[in-house]
């Protein structure tokens, strides 16, 4: 992946919006959703992806563990 990734502050019921290469990708609520995002978009390796990754994810609000 060139463009990072970037999980935006949960919301008041937990969501959080992912977007990718400008485009949303959808909500997430837990780490499989962000996972699956990336499959969908094409990743060739969306399970071996480490989410933790700074140079891939942006996470603002806390990170995956959040």
Do not use: C, N
Not at 8 to 13: G, H, K, M, S
Not at 39 to 60: I, M, Q, T, Y
């Amino acid at each position: 992946m060139e463009k990072r990734v970037v999980i935006y502050l949960p919301d008041e019921r937990g969501w959080r919006k992912v977007r990718y290469g400008g485009e949303i990708l959808g909500m997430a609520y837990q780490l499989s959703d962000i996972v699956e995002f990336l499959r969908l978009a094409g990743h060739p390796d969306p399970e071996g992806v480490d989410l933790a990754d700074a140079s891939l994810f942006e996470w603002r609000g806390g990170g995956p563990e959040t």
